[in-house]
């Protein structure tokens, strides 16, 4: 089997910031313990796979411990190395089938935009542990079919959160999205992500989260166009739109 192997630093202009995605290439499909030998030896937040079908590419993400069923850094970084490979010329769509369905992307200018199903929450108890884990005081907690969303008063607060990363293995969930407005300037809203869980403590930035937090902010700042930040060590920008047949567009 031949495969090719590219590193990608997503939702990010500056080499080394971002989130860095694995993007393996093949020629047919692999044994899934292969694949996820390949992203434990990638050892990045998510390792994409692609394989080419008829009029498109199978994609499937895995972090170092587990295969996930939406990954939007990897997705951005896959299609970026579709186009600059050569897989696919400038005009032409990206389309992946995925575990979520057929997922495309497009190039607009400098950034790419995705199209991406809605992952709304609706409110939920907070589990055990959690709101002791993250120590804050939680303006709001929901869920969505993978991850918690807790939203705390400030962006100060979300950048300050220490979690404990321990506790928050043991919370039933992908991961937990920690989200506030920005302070008054260029964002809509930050946020932050931690899937310890799925073998990653904190993903620098998180297309799939945003396909919850663009809903989610929809209905607490009245708009449908955002510009959000994602506050890791790392940090990364996205432009997030919501509004159209229960879909997201992620920009990056």
């Not at 199978?58 to 990954?71: A, I, S």
């Amino acid at each position: 089997m031949n495969s090719t192997l590219f590193c990608v630093d997503a939702f990010t202009e500056e080499p080394g910031s971002g989130n860095p995605a694995g993007v393996c290439m093949l020629s047919r499909p692999a044994d899934l313990s292969w694949m996820q030998a390949v992203a434990r030896e990638m050892n990045l937040p998510e390792t994409a796979f692609l394989v080419p079908e008829h009029d498109g590419f199978g994609l499937r993400w895995f972090t170092p411990r587990v295969e996930v069923e939406l990954c939007g850094h990897a997705t951005l970084a896959s299609a970026h190395a579709l186009w600059q490979q050569g897989y696919l010329g400038a005009g032409e769509r990206a389309r992946f089938f995925t575990k979520s369905g057929t997922l495309t992307a497009e190039l607009n200018g400098d950034w790419i935009a995705m199209d991406f199903p809605e992952e709304p929450d609706q409110p939920a108890p907070a589990p055990p542990g959690l709101v002791e884990a993250l120590g804050i005081r939680p303006r709001y907690v929901g869920k969505n079919r993978f991850d918690y969303v807790v939203e705390i008063g400030s962006e100060r607060e979300v950048r300050e959160i220490q979690p404990d990363f321990r506790r928050l293995t043991e919370v039933p969930a992908r991961g937990i999205m920690v989200t506030a407005p920005a302070d008054p300037g260029e964002f809509d809203f930050v946020g932050r992500f931690l899937p310890p869980a799925a073998g990653v403590d904190e993903d620098p930035v998180t297309g799939s989260a945003h396909c919850c937090l663009g809903p989610f902010w929809e209905k607490r700042l009245h708009k449908n166009e955002f510009l959000a930040h994602q506050v890791s060590e790392r940090g990364g920008v996205l432009r997030v739109r919501t509004g159209g047949n229960q879909r997201v567009m992620i920009c990056g």
